[in-house]
């Protein structure tokens, strides 16, 4: 039997319980695809940061010879090389470091969206597309940041603070002990101001998430909002939002400012003691000018390096509450995964059986329950019932939108718990209630029904969609675009071109979801010979609620409650006296009104 990969975990810790060196370590993970180019950038950076360390001696023993009036002529050439070559290779190291940030990004987006995109579309149904989406586009813009940091001054600030040190010590240990409790004081800062912002800063991206959400849901039903006249209500809505955002945002902003201030003051403390150090020491004549000159560059380097360190840590603790999110959507790909060793779904000739098969929804009543029945290859089954009976529940469960929680779902004798996703729905066709078009043009839209197909094919399946002569009465013919969601297309229209792309993907298994119910009538006749050809030789599940499309069904499922109530033929419960026919009643279709059973052609 196939076994289901293991969860991949970072360093076996949860993504809620990393810590900021994981979430940084995991960040830089991505470059690995780059290591060689990111390697150089590195150690070039890394050979700036030690000649950063020589400057402030340089410049010191130039004072000194100037003083001593000694040749400070080789001195200041080596001074002033250093300085142009740094000039020059930061310019090149950060050219290259932008390029590639520039460039992984690019491809992160590209490799995340093919992985949101796969994945199963019950974990689409719960995370939500606004949410999915703003947390890709933050964590791209962090990833972003972290990786020019890294390359530019995360290293090399860390080379120069070891280098720096070791230095100050072999010149003079007192004033070495001040560079140190310097550091020391930004270190107990940074870590106060972290704990006292952490639950802040969380509560921040929560309101950033809530913010996108709402500007995503009232772009996408922009039309609702104008109908309804909630332009106001919304923007006061958001307003609302953005102030709670603000509200949250503002008190870790204090406290970094505060940080700030208090780092500032003890940089400038250190700078007067190691001025107040130095200048009794060359008094005493126990240390030169030169010595005293070289301590305030190392000072002031120091300022700088500890400064940067400290950016570098609120860098990544900001980081942490957008990247968790986006490591938990990474994390997520093994629920799309196939089993190990699953198969292929080769050669389906349409025969399905459900297996005493249950599913339930967290938290909801919803779902189904012991289902059991066969569908023979060819035949078309009716699956009808109140709303929340678990009709659509069922459809899904045969294309693995989810799993069964017990039973089995059976294709020509084939677990389909065995098989890849791809391989299952390759032989599943579906139309749905909202056709799905995107927004590309006509014949784009068909021919996702099958990659590759040429133009002729697409123009025989819009022929037995009935799509053919509308789509030839546009000026611009198949290479009309149909608008965002097929919105400068008729209801008629749009289901139509989902029926011909399903009739080009020419699956043996068609699953029609609601398909003409949005339809008024003169347009769901046409759209229903097109279901008809469409049908003809496939095994097909029809989910409707007008109980009039169903007439030609080879056998119907009652549902209600996720339960089986009715099974039979349509003339069978029609005539059973049981829910089939009291819902046949509520629709307003008596016994005597259901013309006799036709015989699809094939």
């Not at 606004?130 to 990833?143: P, Q």
């Not at 008190?251 to 200048?279: E, F, H, K």
Request: net charge neutral; hydrophobic share 45%; with cysteine.
């Amino acid at each position: 039997m196939p076994v289901r990969s293991k969860a991949r975990t970072f360093c076996n810790v949860e993504v809620s319980q990393l810590s900021l060196l994981q979430v940084y370590f995991r960040a830089l993970k991505y470059l690995g695809a780059n290591r060689f180019r990111v390697s150089l950038i590195v150690l070039a950076n890394m050979v700036l940061a030690a000649i950063s360390i020589i400057e402030p001696i340089l410049f010191g023993r130039i004072i000194q010879a100037i003083t001593s009036k000694t040749d400070a002529k080789p001195d200041l050439i080596m001074w002033a090389s250093f300085g142009v070559f740094n000039t020059i290779a930061f310019v090149l190291v950060a050219r290259g470091a932008d390029r590639l940030a520039h460039g992984r990004r690019a491809t992160l987006l590209t490799e995340a969206f093919e992985r949101i995109v796969s994945m199963p579309l019950s974990w689409h149904h719960r995370r939500g597309t606004s949410n999915a989406l703003h947390t890709l586009l933050r964590a791209s813009d962090t990833l972003f940041g972290l990786w020019l940091e890294f390359m530019r001054s995360h290293l090399s600030t860390a080379v120069a603070l070891t280098l720096l040190i070791p230095t100050a010590i072999s010149m003079d240990l007192r004033m070495t002990a001040v560079l140190v409790g310097l550091g020391v004081l930004y270190l107990i800062i940074g870590k106060l101001v972290m704990s006292k912002t952490k639950d802040g800063q969380a509560a921040v991206e929560g309101h950033y998430h809530k913010v996108f959400s709402h500007i995503s849901d009232c772009i996408s039903n922009v039309s609702v909002i104008h109908s309804y006249n909630r332009i106001e209500a919304e923007t006061r809505a958001l307003k609302e939002f953005t102030k709670k955002l603000i509200s949250a945002q503002y008190p870790v902003l204090d406290w970094w400012a505060l940080a700030s201030a208090l780092n500032r003051m003890a940089s400038t403390i250190s700078m007067m003691i190691i001025l107040v150090i130095g200048t009794v020491l060359v008094q005493k004549g126990e240390m030169t000018v030169a010595n005293v000159l070289a301590f305030t560059g190392f000072a002031t380097l120091l300022i700088g390096k500890l400064d940067q360190m400290l950016q570098f840590a609120n860098q990544i603790f900001e980081a942490r509450a957008k990247l968790e999110d986006f490591y938990k959507l990474e994390d997520a790909v093994r629920d799309r995964e196939d089993t190990t060793g699953a198969a292929e779904l080769k050669n389906v000739h349409g025969r399905i059986e459900f297996r005493n098969v249950s599913f339930d929804f967290a938290k909801a009543t919803q779902g189904i329950h012991n289902v059991c029945f066969t569908v023979e290859a060819g035949q078309t089954l009716a699956i009808v019932g109140p709303t929340g009976a678990g009709k659509t529940t069922l459809v899904n469960l045969l294309q693995r939108v989810y799993d069964p929680q017990s039973g089995s779902i059976l294709i020509d004798d084939t677990d389909i718990a065995t098989v890849t996703r791809q391989s299952l729905r390759g032989a599943i066709a579906t139309v749905f209630q909202d056709s799905g078009l995107l927004d590309r043009s006509i014949a784009e839209n068909i021919r996702l029904g099958r990659e590759g197909a040429t133009d002729e094919d697409v123009h025989h399946a819009a022929e037995a969609a009935a799509a053919r002569d509308f789509i030839e009465s546009r000026v611009e013919g198949y290479d009309t675009r149909v608008g965002e969601r097929g919105n400068r297309l008729s209801g008629g229209e749009r289901q139509r071109i989902a029926i011909a792309r399903a009739i080009l993907k020419n699956a043996p298994i068609l699953i029609l979801d609601e398909a003409t119910s949005a339809l008024d009538v003169e347009t769901e006749a046409k759209v229903k010979e097109a279901i008809d050809t469409l049908r003809s030789g496939r095994t097909t599940f029809i989910i409707a609620h007008r109980l009039s499309t169903i007439r030609d069904a080879d056998r119907v499922i009652f549902l209600e409650h996720g339960h089986i109530l009715e099974t039979g033929t349509y003339d069978e419960l029609s005539h059973a006296g049981g829910r089939f026919a009291a819902l046949l009643k509520e629709s307003g279709i008596t016994i005597d009104d259901v013309p006799p059973k036709t015989t699809l052609p094939g």
